[in-house]
C-alpha cells in the first residue's frame, strides 16, 4: 500500500468554522501574537494566555468535522495515510483519521511548565491555580520561539511519501513549511488552498489547485485513488 502524507493548515480547519486567529493586521482575535503565543507573553501575563486558549477550547466544542476531513479518512481503504497538522484542533481525531501529528501541540492537552514529557487530556477550562505535582500547567501549544518536538518525526514521514498533499496552508509557518522538500524524487506534490503561495506556483514539482479544501479534495480525489 503507498503512503499518502498530508500536510494541513488552518485552511481546512476554517471550513468548519474554527477562527484562524491571525487577522490581515496580524493581531490574533485582538491580541498581539507575541502576547498570547510565545515563552515571554506566558511569562508577562499567564492568566491572558490562559483566557484566550479557554475561548478556543470552548470554541472547539461547536464545530464539526467538515467534508475535507472525511475525504481523508476515506484515503484510508487507498493508502497507508499520514496526517501531519500544523493545527491545534482534533477535528482530525474526530473525523476518524487514524495517523496524526500535531506539529504544534494540541488545545485539548495541558502541561507542566517544567516537564514536557508529562503531557495532560484536558477539555475544560485551564485555571491560573491548577498545577501537576507542585508545577503550574500551561497550554500544550507549540509558541513562537519554541523548538517543534515533533518536526525530525514529520520529515521521516514526509521522506517516505508515495504522494505528498499539502492543504489549507500559507507556507509560511516554518518548519512546517519546509516539510514538502524532503520529499523523494518520485513522490508526487500536490497543493490545495484558496489562495496558493507564490513558492509553490513557482514551483514545477507542485501541483496547485486554487480551491477550499473541501472542493480541492474533492476534484482530485478520484485522480488520488486511481494513483494509488
Excluded at 499520514?82 to 492537552?109: C, F, M, P
Excluded at 500544550?140 to 496552508?169: Q, R, S, Y
Aim: contains cysteine; glycine residues 6%.
Amino acid at each position: 500500500m503507498k503512503k499518502l502524507v498530508v500536510l494541513t493548515g488552518a485552511g481546512i480547519s476554517a471550513e468548519s468554522g474554527i477562527s484562524t486567529f491571525r487577522d490581515a493586521n496580524g493581531l490574533w482575535e485582538g491580541h498581539d501574537i507575541m502576547e498570547v503565543a510565545s515563552p515571554e507573553g506566558w511569562k508577562a501575563n499567564p492568566q491572558l494566555v490562559t483566557n484566550f486558549y479557554n475561548v478556543r477550547r470552548a470554541q472547539l466544542k461547536t464545530v464539526v468535522p467538515n467534508n475535507a476531513h472525511t475525504i481523508l479518512v476515506e484515503l484510508e481503504k487507498y493508502y497507508h495515510v499520514t496526517i501531519i497538522t500544523q493545527n491545534v484542533d482534533d477535528l482530525h481525531e474526530r473525523a476518524g483519521s487514524s495517523n496524526i501529528i500535531h506539529l504544534h501541540g494540541e488545545l485539548n492537552k495541558v502541561r507542566p511548565e517544567n516537564n514536557d514529557n508529562v503531557i495532560l487530556n484536558w477539555e475544560g477550562d485551564l485555571c491560573d491555580t491548577d498545577t501537576y505535582k507542585g508545577a503550574k500547567l500551561r497550554p500544550h501549544i507549540v509558541w513562537f520561539g519554541e523548538a517543534v518536538p515533533l518536526l525530525n518525526k514529520a520529515a521521516e514521514i514526509a521522506m517516505e511519501a508515495d504522494v505528498f498533499l499539502i492543504i489549507g496552508t500559507s507556507l509560511q509557518v516554518y518548519p512546517a513549511a519546509s516539510l514538502y522538500e524532503y520529499v523523494k524524487q518520485h513522490c508526487s506534490i500536490i497543493y490545495i488552498d484558496n489562495n496558493p503561495a507564490e513558492i509553490a506556483l513557482n514551483n514545477k514539482r507542485i501541483e496547485t489547485i486554487s480551491n477550499t479544501a473541501s472542493k480541492g479534495l474533492e476534484l482530485i480525489k478520484e485522480k488520488l485513488i486511481k494513483m494509488a
